[in-house]
Each structure stands twice: as C-alpha cells, then as structure tokens.
C-alpha cells in the first residue's frame, strides 16, 4: 500500500499466530493470505500486493511442504532461503511472515496426518504426472487455511490446474474464504518466474523461454482453425527440437477439459516440460474460436 510502512512480523509458533489474527478480527479487519514455499521472487509478491489491496492485513506463509513432493522430486535441494523471503515480503506489503515447523504442520507426523483429496480435476496433466501431488497441496493448504483463517488468498495462475483445484476444494469444504488469482509475472524474455529458474544452467536459461514463444504458437494455430491434435503435436514437435522432455502441450477449457469441437468459450493453453533437471511448467489463456 503506497504511503504504509510495513514491518513485518514472523511468528513460528500456532498460539502466538492466532491470537495475532484473532485481535486483528476483533477489531473489525479484513485478513489476506498467500501461501508460498519460500525461495520469493516478484512474482509471490505481486501476490503480496493483490492480498493487500483486497485486505487491512496479509500474513505469508513460508512452508516447503514434504507430502507434494513425490520420491525422485526436489524438496531436499529446494532452496530455503528465509531471510530474503522476510525482506522481499516486508517490502511488498505484508504484515505477518508465518513460519510453521513439520510438528507445528503435521502435529501426529505425516504417516498419520489426515489427508485431504479432490477427485477428477487433480487426475490429469500434472496430477498425472506426479501422483499424489495435489493430495499434498490440499493437505497443507486446508491445514493453513485452518490456521490462519483468513477472508481472502490469493494464488497465481502460473499454477493454473492447483489454482483450480483448491478453488474446488474451497468450494466442496465450505471455507469462507474469497480465492483470488495473480497474473503470471514473467522475465523480460517471456519466461516464466519460478524458483526452478535457479536451476537452469546459462545454457538451459537462453532456451527456456521457448515455453512461452510454444505457448503463443498454440494460441495462434487454435485462432487459425487448427485442429487440437495437430496443434498439440506440433507443439509437442517444437519443444523437443528445443532440447526439452514432453510431459504434456495441451488445449483445455477453464475447467481442464477437453473441449469440445467448433464449440466456442475461453481456452488455456497449458505446457510441461523438462530442461536437463529442471521441470517448466506455463500457461497461456486465449479466446476460444
């Protein structure tokens, strides 16, 4: 908020985050909340700025979730890196860093946490490719929302299919909780931010914003009346040439479905692809013809 000087906060216990919140409440404010896994770019705090506008009070959390990290995935070489979190979320506008512990998360251990599980929307694309993920993700999000309580949150729609996965989560469960989406903010190139970008090596960098230029391409061939295979194989065709690995280039509705032919309505453009070690995911929506 232009003209507030924020100093966050961190807390790391449960009570003393609560009856924060909870005197936030009596006064009559309104909570904004995002939750992230740390490692901050601008991206998570356009985020911050969304909370902001749309709420007296935001916390963060920062939490690398174990339970959406499948055995051969990253969470052990995923960087945490707190201190330039605090500072980038205090500069953004947030009043309160939540940093939960495993135990605080997962009071009974994981082996015997309670799991919390969207069916259908969480089966396809990513969810087909990493099984289990979006288990975890509900899991820890309902576990935050339980904790931190919040009238809004706000999620990106770089993450399209969780953004529409805890939408239906919210939905299903109830919460009283506004879900808000961010654009996807993006390099000068086109690239997507993510705290995988790290991981590319200069090489792998100059490549990487192939993504977006493939994603572009699809938008324009489904404008020209291309049919979806042909349009999904030929982005699947440039992306290899490019040096990456295919999980999925897909045309979808809104809602993750195939649409159906000559049928109009807005369409997403979604891609999965690995570069070496590193896993890019990026969408782009467009108007169905």
Known sequence: MVGRLVVIETITTLPELRD??????????????VPTMGNLHAGHQSLVGIARGAADRVVASVFVNPTQFGPAEDFARYPRTPE???????????????????????????????????????DVLDGAHRP????????????LFNQVGPDVAVFGRKDYQQLAVIRHMVADLAFPIEVLAGETVREGDGLAMSSRNQYLSAEERAI????????????????????????EAEAVSRLEAAGFVVDYAVVRTPGLMQPVAGEPGPRVALVAARLGGTRLIDNLEFTGA
């Open 84 to 122: 330039s979190d605090a500072n980038g979320l205090a500069s953004a506008g947030c009043d309160v860093l939540w940093l939960p512990s495993p135990e605080t998360m997962y009071p009974l251990g994981i082996d015997n946490a309670v799991l919390v599980r969207v069916p259908g929307i969480t």
């Open 208 to 231: 990487a914003p192939e993504v977006h230029r493939t994603l572009l391409a699809m938008a324009a061939d489904h404008g020209r009346g291309v049919e979806p295979a042909a349009l």
């Open 132 to 143: 289990g993920h979006f288990d975890g993700v509900c899991t820890v999000v309902a576990r």
């Open 20 to 33: 924060r919140i909870a005197g936030w409440k009596r006064a009559g404010l309104r909570v904004g909340f």
